[in-house]
């Protein structure tokens, strides 16, 4: 967006002279506002308020249960690869199908960002030789014999995370730029993403960096990456951990930015 605004630099820096307070997600944000004609003085890094939401819970009955309901029981490994685009499905089926080599018993959740492609995504994995059901047509629990499950349905993606012993998270296969691997972090599991993951660049860099979060070039990798955690495990669940050391550590943001205003309405003397 800057190389956007830099175009209308006169209009943009005027827009941001009138506001009073700059809360910025990060140092690379609050450098790019003041570029864009932000006072230094107005800009202030409180932080991501991402770390602070309360991601979904699931306490050990609720995640038993729904591991029998998806056919999950106590396979393992079960891969879970979140908000999918075209041109990522194909290549998380070459993966599992070489799983499945190592790992008979091994489950796969593949969850579409669109959901409404379901049934698509269903028919390819048939093609892959996989049996696959959509969780639109879960009229019973999944038969043992159904190794995939592609989830169709709003709003339960953030709960089936916590199933999980690998996460792959979609849209960093392809140029979409990736989605939010907050969510399966918040779980504390070891998350696997592709190489564009420019939507999240600094959220993936810190996770990277603590290596929570593993980046991979391609399928090849992406699969060599997976068997790794599936022998691993202590890999696992030191990616996992440090996961969840990262949430603890990042959280505050939405105290620092309702501190911010506190402050902005006592100067204005405005009573909140």
Avoid: W
């Amino acid at each position: 967006s800057m190389k956007r605004y830099k175009y209308i630099s006169a209009f943009t820096k005027e827009m941001l002279r009138s506001i009073d307070r700059f809360c910025m997600q990060s140092k690379f944000d609050a450098a790019h506002i003041e570029v864009l004609g932000a006072q230094t003085a107005d800009i202030t890094v409180t932080g991501n308020m991402k770390y602070d939401q309360t991601y979904a819970t699931v306490s050990a009955e609720e995640k038993q249960s729904l591991l029998e309901e998806f056919g999950f029981g106590n396979n393992h490994p079960i891969i879970i690869a979140g908000s999918t685009h075209k041109g990522e499905e194909e290549t998380i089926f070459a993966t599992f199908k070489q799983v499945l080599q190592e790992y008979p018993q091994a489950r796969l959740l593949i969850a579409p960002r669109e959901i409404y492609r379901g049934h698509d995504v269903q028919t390819l994995a048939k093609r892959y030789e996989l049996n696959a059901i959509c969780r639109s047509d879960m009229m019973e629990p999944v038969h043992e014999g159904i190794p995939v499950v592609i989830l169709d349905t709003i709003g339960e993606l953030g709960r089936l995370y916590s199933l999980g012993d690998i996460i792959f998270v979609g849209g960093s296969l392809v140029k979409t730029g990736g989605h939010n691997i907050l969510e399966p972090a918040a779980h504390g599991k070891p998350i696997l993403v592709g190489p564009y993951m420019f939507n999240f660049k600094e959220i993936f860099g810190l996770l990277n960096s603590r290596h929570a979060c593993e980046q991979v070039k391609n399928g090849k990798e992406l699969t060599a990456m997976v068997l790794r955690l599936c022998k691993d495990k202590g890999l696992a669940m030191e990616m996992g951990q440090n996961c969840l050391d990262i949430i603890r550590e990042n959280r505050g943001a939405t105290q620092r930015n309702t501190q911010e205003l506190r402050q902005l309405f006592e100067k204005h003397h405005i009573i909140p």
